[in-house]
């Protein structure tokens, strides 16, 4: 059984590019949730989705955008990208209505120059 | 929102001692505290979680305590061994499962384990 698998796990951008990260869930998990790790800090939550829609959303800009495919997989979006984007971006699944936690994908290495 | 402090940011002890790291949090609604182990470069994995209808829990040399009134919970690791060397983060959330389920984690504690 597959985990949480993510593409590519590692990516070099110039400022100002767009990026695209993809997530594909554990089996059976039909949520998706996107975390922001900075070098040294904790994950921070960007966003959710759930039935290909963005059900929250953390205090990111909207450079950062998001979509769900209906085989519950996802993707990442970032324009305009900022030195400050440079970053470990996590992927974590879940299933809607089931009382245990994520898994974590093992995360895209991002960094803008 | 959540906010989520995490003491101390690093913390260095012998091999066989105990190693205790704490959090607090600012929201009542949250009731599900992880904790999560990570090495260098890889993910995060879910080492242990208390929910708010238990004080402690305990698994093998791992145990967290919580104390709701205050908001406060800990993570002890007793007879600790090298290869608990590692980033260790602890989180609050509403339950999993929910449509407002998302962890806020604290910044995590660099436990470094000396043979």
């Known amino acids: 059984d597959a985990g949480v698998t993510q593409s590519p796990t590692h990516l070099i951008k110039t400022r100002g590019q767009q990026v695209t990260l993809r997530c594909s869930p554990k089996?059976?998990?039909?949520?998706v949730s996107w975390y922001q790790q900075a070098l040294g800090q904790g994950p921070q939550f960007i966003f959710q989705?759930?039935?290909?829609?963005?059900?929250q959303r953390g205090n990111f800009p909207d450079r950062f955008s998001g979509h769900q495919f209906p085989n519950y997989s996802s993707e990442l979006n970032v324009n305009a990208l900022l030195l400050g984007d440079s970053a470990l971006y996590l992927c974590?699944?879940?299933?809607?209505?089931?009382?245990?936690?994520?898994?974590f994908g093992s995360g895209t290495r991002l960094t803008v120059v | 929102g959540e906010n989520v402090e995490q003491h101390p940011s690093t913390l260095s002890v012998q091999e066989g001692d105990s190693a205790v790291i704490k959090c607090t949090y600012s929201?009542?609604?949250?009731?599900?505290f992880p904790w999560y182990k990570q090495e260098l470069g890889k993910r995060p994995q879910l080492i242990i979680d208390?929910?708010?209808?238990?004080g402690e829990k305990k698994d093998q040399r791992i145990a967290v305590t919580l104390n709701k009134t205050a908001k406060h919970f800990s993570l002890h690791i007793t007879e600790t061994q090298p290869e608990d060397s590692a980033v260790y983060f602890c989180?609050?959330?509403?339950?999993?499962?929910?449509?407002?389920?998302?962890?806020?984690f604290g910044k995590g504690t660099l436990l470094t384990v000396n043979p």
């Open positions: 974590a699944s879940s299933q809607d209505n089931k009382n245990y936690g994520y898994t």
């Open positions: 089996s059976g998990h039909d949520t």
């Open positions: 989705y759930y039935e290909e829609e963005e059900r």
């Open positions: 929201d009542s609604a949250s009731n599900y």
């Open positions: 208390i929910r708010s209808n238990v």
């Open positions: 989180a609050a959330s509403t339950p999993p499962g929910g449509s407002n389920y998302k962890l806020t």
